[in-house]
């Protein structure tokens, strides 16, 4: 109850696209119900959560923020939907987004943009800068805005994401709060709608790392309905409560240091890498020699595989279909334009471009190959003994929408991206933690990298400084 009075006292933030409100009152019912008749409990049983719109929910509208699936009904659940049912817990609603998950401001959506809850926050309005007036409100970051916003103005507990270059770490940062992107492979993508099926994993965004932890616990797994999901049997962990630090090495990557980072990023960077080494962790400067190569590979990789994702949108399986009926091609052609936002046709051009023939081996088979290398430069650190990397999350703060809208959208969200989109490249676990608060009094965070598999140890980590 009082979750969804958050959710209705905050509609203003245009985080949900759909309030399940029924649902959930009816999933709360019958928790209480199994509560008071003391059954066993789920390990979310009666807890709130949120899924972004572009998690099948059977029954439920999932649109994607894309004209293409509006009105949307999927016949099946997400099989990460499916498992926070299974283990009681009680659906808020359907998150607003990019659309397609294409962007990083969460400014993209038919449904209009999501506000950053932060911009209401009375630290900020004390000190924002002056000329800033109530309609320069704050960007979530993105794509999983919705999610983020979500958790962080308290309509609910947990929120999934999907993160393909950033897209759960990214707002998580932005609106405070804690964003978890899994090892690829140990979290079922069955039922989330792809954007670059290489790099998808469904993001986990909580109030504090515990509760990261927990839901990654329900959500982990092999899934016979993802081939690319891992075989071995997943065990949840619960966090210790201390961490030897003396036994841990903390890599900060000197490739990180990328233009457009503001200083208030920089010295927090530096300061929690002294306060590790104080509290008696080895923290050494590492390499990743590939790293200024990935953000131009990412873009070459995601587009391709968009422009492969999104043929399947051709009017006649799912959502839009045009009115235009010419010839068949024209259909396709009146149904990608009406259904589709430029960002959205922009990366499926490109994609193409890169998939030509004459293009294939240039670009897309390039693009491979440093992804590899990229993949490499971490498997080395790790296997020199590095635990965990420690890097920013994001270029500075969240940005003001009208300042966010002026500069061209693919470059800005291409910038966006510099930090987070290695560890998709590579298939690692990342964390963001909120770390602190930037002179204009809004959230700043730092992000840790791991390896492969190790999300406990970096969980603990991430623990350690929350
Ligand atoms: N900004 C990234 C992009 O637009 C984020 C994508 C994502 O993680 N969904 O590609």
Redesign the pocket.
Known sequence: QSCLSFVKETSFLNAYITVTEEVALKQAAEADKRFSQGKPLGLLDGIPFAIKDNFSTQGIQTTCASHMLKGYIPPYNATVVQKLFNHGAVLMGKTNH?EF????GSTDSIFGPVKNPWSYSKTYKEKRFAGHNDADWLITG???GGSAAAVSAGTCYVALG???????R?PACHCGVVGLKPTYGLVSRHGLIP?VNSM?VPGIITRCVDDAATALGVLAGHDPYDSTTFQNPFEPFKLPETIDLSKLCIGIPKEYHAPGMSAEILSLWTKVADMFEDAGAKVIAVSLPHTPYSIVC?HVL?TSEVASNMARFDGLQYGHRSDVEDSTEAMYAATRREGFNDVVRGRILSGNFFLLKQNYEQYFLKAQKVRRLIADDFVKVFESGVHVLLTPTTLGDAAPYLEFIQEDNRTR?AQ??VFT?CA?MAGLPAVTVPVGLSRRGLPLGLQFIGRALCEEQLLTVAKWLE
């Open positions: 990019d998950g294409m962007g990083s993105g794509s999983s999907s993160d393909t270059g950033g897209s759960t990214n954007l998808d990412y995601c969200s966006e991206d989109q998709n």
